[in-house]
């Protein structure tokens, strides 16, 4: 059988195809490209643009009354304080965001060297396999070796059981 057969189909008892190990993968590019999570920001899901807006736009200069203006001034103060921890809990969102891209890197390097030992492991086990089925004419031989000598045995103990029971009848 042509080597191109053998590499690429054909109907042989050892085709590679029925073995799974022709070449091909399972490497799902979509899988591959795939968000890590729901609602990630990527070029295929850019977000909302929304912002946030406590007090609406006043569309005109106006005067306010000087209850507006406290209670404007206590929400500034509600807001500023809010502005100040939202900065710190997004500083923390994002610390903890490059602590779990660090730690999907890392992971992925480990399953790239599991991957790389996973083939020089079945690599070895292909290397036994050939190792193997050459010694097969080897104790092929032997075996025939072996029942040549049990048919000799068996020649010479039926001739010997033959003189034995000659002399008898």
Same mark, same amino acid.
């Given at each position: 059988m042509s080597l191109q057969l053998r590499l690429f189909g054909g109907n042989s008892a050892g085709n590679l195809a029925?073995?799974?190990?022709?070449?091909?993968?399972?490497?799902?590019?979509?899988? #591959?490209? /795939? %968000?890590?999570?729901?609602?990630?920001?990527?070029?295929?899901?850019?977000?909302?643009?929304?912002?946030?807006?406590t007090a609406p736009v006043v569309p005109a200069p106006r005067y306010f009354e000087r209850d507006e203006a406290d209670?404007?001034?206590?929400?500034?103060?509600?807001?500023?304080?809010?502005?100040?921890?939202?900065k710190r809990a997004y500083q923390a969102l994002g610390k903890i965001e490059e602590a779990d891209a660090k730690v999907h890197k890392e992971h992925r390097k480990y399953e790239g #060297?599991? /991957? %790389?030992?996973?083939?020089k492991k079945v690599r070895s086990n292909a290397s036994l396999a050939k190792k193997l089925?050459?010694?097969?004419?080897?104790?092929?031989?032997?075996?025939?070796?072996?029942?040549?000598a049990e048919n000799n045995a068996r020649v010479r103990?039926?001739?010997?059981k033959a003189k034995l029971t000659a002399g008898m009848s």
């Open positions: 029925a073995t799974g190990n022709d070449g091909e993968h399972a490497i799902d590019k979509s899988k #591959v490209l /795939a %968000e890590t999570a729901a609602g990630v920001i990527t070029p295929m899901n850019p977000g909302n643009f929304g912002s946030i807006r209670q404007l001034k206590e929400l500034a103060k509600e807001k500023t304080d809010g502005a100040r921890q939202a #060297v599991v /991957a %790389e030992n996973e083939l089925h050459g010694m097969r004419p080897g104790y092929a031989r032997l075996g025939l070796g072996i029942d040549k103990i039926d001739a010997i």
